[in-house]
C-alpha cells in the first residue's frame, strides 16, 4: 500500500429523483441465520470476519452513483451485483456503509424483504429463492452521506476512495473480501466542469442534460473490492501508450505538481517490472494525483487501485516501483485472506530495491547492511511475523523492512534464476485470482528444487526473532557480520 501519496448549491440532477424515488426507512434485522438457504454475514477472515459474504461468488458489479460537488454530504447510487449462487439462497447479505436504501430488486423483481443490520449489512430475502448454480443479479438503490472512512473529500468539493483493507462499502454494496474478485463497470454523473477518474479503460462521456455529464470507466480484469476507486476533481488529464498499445491515463488534481520527468519514468518502470514479473497484467495504466495530506489518518500516501495508483500530494519513482509491482503481487494475484499480506508488500518493497540495483546500487554491501543495522535500533524490528502477523498488523511497517529483507536473503539462497522463476510462475499460476502465503513457499521449493527451505521460511516467515546465521546470511551475504542482537521474544 504505502510507498516509503459551476453548480448551484442544492440544484438536483433529474438522475436523482429517479435513485430517491421510492426511498424508505429500513430496520434492522439479524444479519445471518443458520437455517438452510441462507448465505453468512462474512467469508470468516482471522482478521476479519465480518468482512464479506458467503453463499455467492460475484461476476461483475455495474455501479452508477450521481454526485455533485456543491452538496458534499450526499451521494445518490443505482448498483447491480451480477453473482453466482455457491448453495441455494432464500437469503444472502452485501456489504454496504450508511446510506438510506430505497429499493432492492433481483433479476428485477422486488426482493421480499431487505433490512440493515450491525456496521455494514445489508439483508436481502429474494422473491424466489436462488438455485444453486443459478446466476442472479441483485439491484440496489440507495442515496444518502458516505459515511466510511475510505470516502475523502478534497478540496472545493472534490472526492476521491481509497483504503486498505476497506474501501468499496463506502460508496457501492459489494462482497468485500479480496477472495471475491469481479469485473467492475462505473458510470458516475457529475457537473460537467468536474471530471471523473477510476479503474481500467474509459467509456463515452456523454451529456447527462442540464449541466451534467456521465463518465464511464471499465475495468475487464477481475478486481478484489478495496482496489476499486473514484474520484471526482477538475483533473488535468494527459494521455499516452505503452509500447504495445496500452493506454496509460495520468490524472492530476488542481495544485499538484506534474513533473514530465517523473511520468516519462512509468513506461521504463512497467518495462523493467515485466522483465521480472511477466507481462503487464491489465489493458490499461496510469496514475492519480490527489489533493491531500499523506500523513492524514486513512490518507495512504499512495494505494495500488487496480490500473491506475492513486498517490496523495505527488508522485514520485520509487512510489510508481512500488505501487506498480502491487499490479502484479496483490491485484494481479490477491490475498486468499489478510495473513497473507506479505505476497504484497515484502515484494513490492523489494522491488524498490531492484530499481535501485537496475541504476547501479549493490544491494549486498549497501540495502542490506543497512537494514541490518537498522534492526539494531529497533528492537521490535523482528518481533512480527511475516505471514500471519497478527490482527491489527496486517500492514505492520516488518512487511516492508523485514519483508524486503527477506526477499533478498531468498534470492541469494535460490540464485536469481529460482527467485526470478518463482515470481513469473506465481503470476501465470494464479493469474486473476488468489493465493495464499503457504501457496508461495511450497512453490519457491518446486522450483528451486530446494524442499530444505522450510528452515528458512520458518526462521523468516513465522519467525519472531533474528533468523539463524545461515538464513541471515546466505550466499553472498555471508561475510556480512556481526549478527543483530537476537530478541529474547
Known amino acids: ?46 482478521y476479519f470476519p465480518e468482512d464479506g459474504n458467503s453463499g455467492y461468488d460475484v461476476a461483475d458489479y455495474d455501479v452508477r452513483v450521481v454526485y455533485d460537488p456543491a452538496r458534499p454530504d450526499h451521494l445518490s447510487g443505482d448498483t447491480t451485483v451480477t453473482a453466482r449462487a455457491t448453495g441455494g439462497l432464500d437469503r444472502f447479505d452485501l456489504d ?51 459515511v466510511g472512512k475510505s470516502w475523502h473529500r478534497l478540496p472545493d468539493g472534490a472526492a476521491n476512495v481509497t483504503g486498505e483493507p476497506h474501501s468499496a462499502t463506502a460508496w457501492y454494496p459489494a462482497n468485500d473480501h479480496p477472495s471475491d474478485k469481479a469485473t467492475f463497470r462505473l458510470t458516475a454523473t457529475v457537473p460537467d466542469t468536474w471530471t471523473v477518474i477510476g479503474n481500467g479503460r474509459p467509456g463515452p462521456t456523454t451529456s447527462a442534460g442540464q449541466g451534467w455529464k456521465s463518465y464511464r470507466w471499465y475495468e475487464d480484469r477481475p478486481l478484489a473490492t478495496y482496489l476499486s476507486t473514484i474520484a471526482i476533481d477538475r483533473f488535468t488529464v494527459r494521455t499516452s501508450q505503452l509500447a504495445d498499445g496500452t493506454p496509460v491515463i495520468n490524472a492530476y488534481s488542481p495544485g499538484i505538481a506534474i513533473d514530465p520527468g517523473t511520468e516519462a519514468l512509468l513506461p521504463e518502470i512497467i518495462d523493467f517490472l515485466a522483465s521480472r514479473f511477466g507481462p503487464y497484467p491489465f489493458s ?32 514520485f519513482d520509487s512510489g510508481l516501483v512500488h505501487e506498480y509491482t502491487h499490479q502484479w503481487f496483490g491485484n494481479n494475484v490477491s490475498f486468499t485472506d489478510w495473513r497473507d499480506g506479505c ?31 537498522q534492526s539494531r535500533q529497533d528492537p521490535d524490528f ?11 498488523k496486517e500492514l505492520h511497517s516488518a512487511l516492508y523492512f523485514k519483508g524486503s529483507m ?15 522463476g518463482t515470481l513469473r510462475q506465481w503470476q501465470q499460476e494464479h493469474r486473476y485470482g488468489n493465493a495464499s502465503w503457504p501457496q508461495f513457499e511450497a ?28 538464513y541471515l546470511y546466505p550466499g553472498s551475504l555471508g561475510p556480512l557480520a556481526p549478527t543483530p542482537e537476537r530478541n529474547p521474544r
Open 1 to 46: 500500500m504505502r510507498s516509503t501519496n459551476s453548480t448551484t448549491r442544492g440544484r438536483h440532477h433529474p438522475a436523482l429523483v429517479g435513485l430517491l424515488a421510492g426511498t424508505m426507512l429500513l430496520t434492522a434485522a439479524p444479519s445471518s441465520a443458520a437455517g438452510t438457504g441462507a448465505g453468512g454475514s462474512g467469508v470468516g477472515d482471522p
Open 96 to 146: 454496504l456503509e450508511g446510506f438510506e436504501v430505497g429499493s432492492v430488486t433481483v433479476d428485477g423483481v422486488p426482493a421480499k424483504s431487505f433490512s440493515r443490520s450491525g456496521a455494514h449489512e445489508l439483508v436481502i430475502t429474494p422473491a424466489r429463492r436462488i438455485a444453486k448454480g443459478a446466476r442472479f443479479a441483485v439491484r440496489v438503490r440507495y442515496s444518502g452521506t458516505p
Open 284 to 315: 490499461s495504466a496510469g496514475l492519480l494525483a490527489v489533493n491531500g495530506d499523506p500523513a492524514a489518518p486513512d490518507g495512504g500516501a499512495a494505494i495500488e487501485t487496480q490500473s491506475r495508483p492513486t498517490y496523495v500530494g505527488a508522485v
Open 343 to 373: 505476497l504484497a508488500e515484502c515484494v513490492a518493497q523489494y522491488a524498490n530495491q531492484l530499481w535501485d540495483e537496475k541504476g547501479g546500487a549493490d544491494l549486498d554491501t549497501g540495502f542490506y547492511p543497512a537494514m541490518l543495522e
Open 382 to 392: 523482528w518481533s512480527v511475523r511475516l505471514y500471519d502477523p497478527g490482527q491489527g
Open 406 to 420: 527477506m526477499m533478498h536473503a531468498l534470492r541469494r539462497t535460490v540464485g536469481d534464476d529460482a527467485f526470478f
Open 443 to 470: 512453490l519457491a521449493k518446486k522450483v528451486s528444487g530446494r524442499p530444505d527451505l522450510t528452515g528458512f521460511f520458518d526462521a523468516w516467515a513465522h519467525g519472531t526473532t533474528v533468523p539463524q546465521d545461515e
